[in-house]
């Protein structure tokens, strides 16, 4: 996946509506924005997996006015220093089943927060992925599946 970079405090603060939030940033080629429930009581409680939709409002994380060029939104649950549960909201296209950049940037943020260990198991609503970080170079491991094939 390649190198992972910090893009803010971590832990660093902002208000969507009237909720005070702690994300913290990483660019993995792309923006990322990682939101730890543990960190945000406030959200917490709309975060339902895997069966439901997703109680959160996308458009306001991902075009607030902190992020110029907009960002993917992760948010995450710790289970233990070695496995976590993420849904995330990309920019453009809302609530994906899976994002392996939005996996990266959570278990790179973790890792980086002292909440996760190097190398980390990734549950997505689309299927689990590896994350292994050395350094800040970061390896991606998971199936790849043909969800698709046609002709014109």
Not at 54 to 67: L, V
Not at 79 to 97: A, Y
Request: aromatic share 10%.
């Amino acid at each position: 996946m390649g190198q992972a970079k910090i893009t803010s405090e971590i832990h660093e603060e902002i208000k969507i509506d009237d909720m005070k939030l702690k994300f913290v940033g990483v660019n993995v080629g792309n923006p990322h924005a990682v939101y730890f429930l543990e960190d945000n009581p406030e959200i917490k409680n709309i975060f339902s997996w895997p069966e439901s939709k997703f109680n959160i409002e996308g458009p306001k994380f991902e075009t607030h006015k902190r992020f110029p060029e907009r960002v993917n939104s992760e948010f995450i649950e710790i289970i233990s220093r070695d496995e976590i549960k993420m849904r995330v909201f990309e920019r453009g296209s809302g609530e994906t089943m899976a994002c392996g950049t939005g996996a990266t940037a959570a278990a790179f943020a973790g890792f980086k927060a002292g909440k996760l260990n190097s190398k980390v198991l990734v549950h997505l609503r689309g299927g689990d992925l590896k994350i292994e970080i050395q350094n800040y170079q970061c390896f991606m491991t998971g199936p790849a599946v043909e969800i698709f094939s046609g002709e014109i």
